[in-house]
């Protein structure tokens, strides 16, 4: 028991850490001045839609891979430099009566694909969760059902490209939840560990008074202690989404990458009810 609950606060521990490290992945998202993190080149990569036919994007934008004469070998070669390892070929910018000098580094469709995902983990919507009873209503030993607007539950898509000398390289990422968690205290001391854990796959189900009380959901949690243990009276929790990232390129090249998590914190208040002898 006690190796459970080291694993089940071990895990809400993670979930609680994805909340620090998306506010540094939305920066690397929105970055454009270059680098790279955790293995990841953003540097020179773009997003949004790749040019065709020599545009970028529907704009007047063309890149042209910049060149300079070489004496030692009598002809003319593309300027290029190595950053930590990566090889990087300058490219100029035009669009309309504007230019600008980009390093876009050489990178194989995978390597876009992971820029792509930086991105669309960017654009992810936390979860906002419903919950019958509501958090200020919830009791010992009653089955609580816990659940996302199935309006929510859609993919999310991002696309990151680079230009080469053949044309656009692209990657597209989707991002599809399949996931619903729910991590919880759940425990009958002031500064107990237990936690309480439940899953599902998909959104959940929607609880409506018709249904009764009797009624069983995919997504369900029953908590086992009374919230009053607790100086401020209730609960602290995360409700989290999983979402399975796969991705797409002009290469024909696809596959998966690692999944992601999306959370938010909930607050529940948990009572016992005592039962009337006489």
Known sequence: MRFHRLISLALLLALLGLFIGDVHRQALA???SGGSSDGVIWSGVQSGS??????????????????????????????????????????????????????IPRLAPSQVARSAA??????????????APSPTSMVVKS????????SWWTPVTATAWIPTVFGPLWARTTATPVRLTFFTQDDGTPTG????????????????????????????????HASTSRSSGSFVGV????????????????????????GSFVVNRVAELQALVG
Do not use: K, Q
């Open 118 to 131: 930086l991105l669309v983990r960017g654009r992810l919507p936390a979860p906002s969760a419903s919950f």
């Open 193 to 224: 560990g237990d936690v309480g854990f439940a899953e599902c796959l998909g959104p959940g189900w929607r609880w409506d008074v018709s249904m009764g009380d009797e009624a069983n959901s995919p997504c369900m949690y029953t908590f086992r």
């Open 50 to 103: 790749p040019p065709t036919s020599g545009s970028s994007g529907g704009s007047t934008c063309t890149w042209t891979l910049m060149v300079t004469y070489d004496a030692n070998i009598g002809h003319t070669t593309n300027i290029s430099r190595v950053v930590d390892g990566i090889r990087y070929d300058l490219y100029e910018r035009r669009c309309g009566s504007t230019y600008a000098s980009i390093w």
């Open 30 to 32: 929105a970055d454009t």
């Open 239 to 262: 409700i989290g989404v999983e979402w399975r990232i796969s991705w797409t390129s002009s290469t024909g090249a696809g596959g998966t990458l690692p999944s992601y998590t999306t």
């Open 143 to 150: 089955p609580v059902w816990f659940w996302v607007d199935p």
